[in-house]
């Protein structure tokens, strides 16, 4: 998928001939691909006795007014649609058999989304007009994810009118011969932020020690990795290991190292969770004899 040239767009959309609705079989038209969404400058002329033209900029929530016939909501509609619905409301409003209405799109609104975090290339992308722009796309158009991207978490930030929404996605099925999801559609204001995989060590009393990611362990999406995972991706204690002195080493934000003790043994023969705590990225777990 590509970014759309907008300012062809708009100039095509602009000297597009004038939209005459008028009762009658539908005609083809090469525009149909275009929605008003918001935010379009527009040209709305009526032909009354004079005729009557209004410089506007759709509203938002998609309304625009009709000269002499209050406004109409246009949000989602098509150019002959859009017309069409003038049409309409000025025959209600003014009771004209026969109304003419033209519409000419002098501007598209812009409308960007961002892709952030581990990417070759962040940056904000231009949303096409004319079809679906998918969070697969996004990451295409950023280049790629880089090597230490963590795609089974990527967040997807959109604005509502509640504020913020934080989705979680799973890029890892992008591409895959078995799936044709895509992620979800994006829409204007939408901020894609690709994490860094988080990493952690383990040595000691381990069957398989050395350095592991979420990638690397069978934790499902948005599932927090709890020193057990950790423990189940190293294949397991070896039979000397004492799991009731677990101890990781953790560096806080000022570079300070501290060392914490845990008892795993009552956390899987008790359920005690405070035993078997969330990982933070860097940490060290040992595993002694």
């Known amino acids: 998928e590509h970014v759309e040239d907008f300012a062809g767009l ?30 379009e400058e527009v040209i ?21 007014s009709v000269p002499g016939a209050g406004s109409v909501n246009v949000r989602g509609l098509t150019m002959d649609e859009a017309t069409a619905a003038m049409v309409r409301k ?20 812009s409308r960007r989304i961002y ?18 722009y998918s969070l697969a796309a996004s990451l295409a158009e950023a280049g790629g994810p880089t090597e230490d ?14 504020g913020n929404q934080v989705l979680l996605v799973d890029g890892t099925i992008f591409g895959r011969a078995d799936s044709n999801d895509l992620g979800p559609v994006l829409t204007s204001g939408d901020v894609v932020i690709v994490p860094r995989g988080e990493v ?51 560096m806080n934000e000022m570079g300070e190292r501290k060392t914490l003790t845990y008892d795993l043994e009552a956390a899987l023969i008790k ?3 405070e035993q078997d705590p969330v990982l933070l990225n860097g940490d060290q777990v040992i595993v002694p004899t």
Do not use: N
């Open 10 to 39: 708009a100039l095509l959309l602009a000297c597009a001939a004038m939209l005459w609705a008028e009762e009658g079989p539908e005609k083809p038209d090469p525009l149909r691909v275009f929605r008003f969404s918001g935010g």
């Open 44 to 64: 709305v002329q009526v032909f009354y006795e004079p005729k009557v033209e209004l410089g506007q900029i759709v509203s938002s929530d998609g309304f625009l």
């Open 90 to 109: 000025v025959r209600e409003e003014r009771g004209l058999k026969s109304p003419q209405v033209s519409l000419a799109i002098k501007a598209l609104p």
């Open 115 to 132: 892709i952030q975090g581990a990417v070759q290339k962040p940056q904000a992308v231009q949303l096409p007009q004319d079809h679906e």
């Open 149 to 162: 991207a963590d795609l089974s978490r990527i967040k997807l930030v959109r604005r509502t009118a509640k």
């Open 200 to 250: 952690f060590s383990i040595s000691g009393e381990v069957a398989k020690q050395g350095f592991f990611s979420r990638r690397d362990l069978p934790l499902a999406q948005g599932m927090p990795l709890r020193l057990s995972h950790l423990i189940t991706g190293a294949l397991g204690t070896k039979p000397g290991a004492d799991r009731k002195v677990i101890r990781i080493l953790r």
């Open 271 to 273: 359920g005690d969770l």
